[in-house]
């Protein structure tokens, strides 16, 4: 879609970003390879496919950061901007484990279930790190962009989009933290929301990407080519907004037809219990 409906954009970005887009993909083809031959290999070798499946999801998220943090400071070669790129490299694996273990807390029990709590209350705290530094280069980097927040009355108007995320941030925090109580009977944290921290976890993200958005646009690259000049022939892009049409409801309901299907808790299965017979 990018190659078709913006294709200066896309040779600019990409050329910039060969590098973290390559090891992002041998990440994430190595990540599916190691899901699949986990299960299907002899009990002595799976912690070898575990081992390539937690290096490789490494590898992809951290990729995906460096790309991110190259992006917002509109591939900046200034001194700072690629340790400043790594380290939103490392903290958007936080952020993935944040949803990962919200989602766990949601679909499990048990050992599992209070193992995702403390994954989740570490990997907030670098969550919102993350967070603050991309909007902090953004302001810094790209006049436009602090024009664009910083403004009368631009700031006033603005406000609930910092204040919901410092809100969302609060809400997990106390969320998580309801859900580490030691019980007074049964579970621990019995009595706390479980489908809470992963609700305000993905409403977190959203807000940051709508934070993003707004920052950038119409920029598609940050203070060097804007939506206009990059896009391609109004033929192209009549055909990619039909494509889109079509296939976008459809992405959509399969989607959510799969969290209907596979609603309510997880139970044990050869993915989870090393033990169990391979059929």
């Avoid at 009549?238 to 209907?260: D, E, K, M, Q, S």
């Amino acid at each position: 879609i990018l190659l078709a409906a913006f294709p200066v954009a896309h040779g600019m970005i990409l050329g910039m970003l060969y590098l973290p887009v390559a090891m992002m993909l041998s990440g994430l083809m190595l990540r599916g390879a190691a899901f699949e031959f986990r299960v299907k290999a002899p009990i002595r070798h799976r912690r070898w496919w575990d081992g390539a499946f937690c290096g490789a999801s490494l590898l992809a998220a951290v990729s995906q950061g460096v790309m991110l943090g190259r992006y917002v400071t509109g591939f900046s070669e200034a001194a700072w901007a690629w340790p400043f790129a790594l380290g939103v490299g490392l903290a958007l694996p936080a952020g993935y484990a944040l949803l990962g273990a919200a989602w766990l807390i949601m679909k499990t029990t048990g050992e599992i279930r209070r193992r995702a709590v403390g994954w989740g209350r570490r990997s907030l705290r670098g969550t919102a790190l993350g967070m603050a530094a991309i909007s902090l280069a953004t302001l810094m980097c790209l006049p436009d962009v602090a024009a664009k927040w910083l403004a009368m009355p631009m700031p006033i108007g603005l406000a609930p989009l910092p204040l919901a995320t410092l809100v969302l941030i609060a809400v997990l925090e106390w969320s998580l933290r309801c859900l580490s109580r030691p019980p007074a009977s049964g579970e621990e944290g019995e009595g706390c929301p479980e489908w809470l921290p992963f609700f305000a976890a993905v409403g977190l993200f959203g807000l940051g990407f709508a934070g993003l958005a707004y920052s950038l646009f119409p920029s598609l690259v940050a203070g060097r080519l804007d939506l206009w000049q990059a896009a391609g022939s109004p033929a192209s892009l009549r055909f990619l907004l039909a494509g889109v049409a079509l296939v976008l409801p459809f992405i959509v309901f399969y989607t959510v037809y799969v969290h209907w299907v596979f609603r309510g808790k997880l139970t044990a299965g050869p993915y989870q219990d090393r033990s169990a017979p391979l059929l």
